[in-house]
């Protein structure tokens, strides 16, 4: 095992390459330890270079629908009227509270996705 610390992009590529050839490694094998080393590494260096921003409360609803099967007069009893889910969707209304907490109970999207940047 000769890990050593990820500086840059070249060192991640090294890393993502090693992790690729270990994978599925047998449990309490040295491979499998140097596999949990390296996505550890890789995680850290991804956190610090490459940060996911926070979610896009719109794409999350618009993905939850499309999960669902839903369409845009589902969300009536979220929303409110055909008029305001319109709007919403349209990105013209923001979210209210009482919408977040009635999507968030109704159809199972996480409070962090409806927030979107406000949590962040």
């Known amino acids: 095992m000769n890990i050593s610390p990820i500086r840059n992009d070249a060192d991640l590529d090294r890393a993502s390459d090693r992790m690729e050839t270990l994978w599925g490694a047998e449990d309490g094998t040295p491979e499998a330890d140097e596999l949990e080393i390296l996505a550890?590494?890789?995680?850290?260096?991804?956190?610090?270079?490459?940060?996911?921003?926070?979610?896009?409360?719109?794409?999350?609803?618009?993905?939850?629908?499309?999960?669902?099967?839903?369409?845009?007069?589902?969300?009536?009893?979220?929303?409110?009227?055909?008029?305001?889910?319109s709007e919403v969707l349209n990105r013209k209304r923001r979210l209210s509270l009482r919408m977040i907490r009635q999507l968030h109970e109704g159809m199972k999207i996480p409070y962090e996705s409806l927030l979107g940047d406000v949590a962040a």
């Not at 669902?68 to 409110?80: H, K, M, N, V």
Request: no cysteine; proline share 11%.
């Open 40 to 85: 550890i590494l890789i995680e850290r260096y991804e956190d610090e270079h490459y940060p996911i921003g926070p979610s896009d409360p719109i794409e999350a609803i618009k993905f939850r629908m499309e999960q669902q099967g839903l369409t845009p007069r589902d969300l009536e009893p979220f929303i409110g009227s055909s008029g305001r889910v």
